[in-house]
């Protein structure tokens, strides 16, 4: 079983940073494509950034030129670096794995095989 911990929300000012973290312990991480999913009280999940084991990245048009992903294989660690943050932000974000390795980048939750409990980003007005 592949277990993720994500660490580092916490409450920030609007236009402030966050970086959170996920550590994976896959294996095999460095071929797994890995994402950021965020779930708003009375929202559905949505995808906020994805990094394929490529290394490609795919994000939610209204992250984007704001939020990074990156990943550190020999951490078996993704990161999500979030700037400029909003009040839309706030969310409950999870790390979430695919073992579906032939697709680089998928998006789609379904596509995800393994996740976080979820780490709270609070983004005050």
């Known amino acids: 079983q592949v277990h993720l911990g994500e660490f580092g929300g916490r409450l920030v000012q609007a236009g402030g940073s966050l970086r959170l973290s996920c550590v994976s312990s896959a294996r095999a991480f460095n071929t797994y494509p890995m994402g950021w999913f965020r779930q708003a009280p009375g929202e559905e999940r949505e995808m906020v950034a994805v990094i394929g084991w490529s290394e490609n990245t795919i994000y939610e048009d209204s992250v984007k030129g704001r939020f990074t992903i990156s990943r550190d294989n020999s951490k078996n660690t993704i990161y999500l670096q979030m700037t400029n943050l909003k009040p839309e932000d706030t969310a409950v974000y999870l790390c979430?794995?695919?073992?579906?390795?032939?697709?680089?980048?998928?998006?789609?939750?379904?596509?995800?095989?393994?996740w976080g409990q979820g780490t709270q980003v609070t983004v005050s007005s």
């Open positions: 979430a794995a695919s073992g579906r390795t032939h697709y680089d980048t998928p998006q789609a939750a379904r596509d995800f095989d393994f």
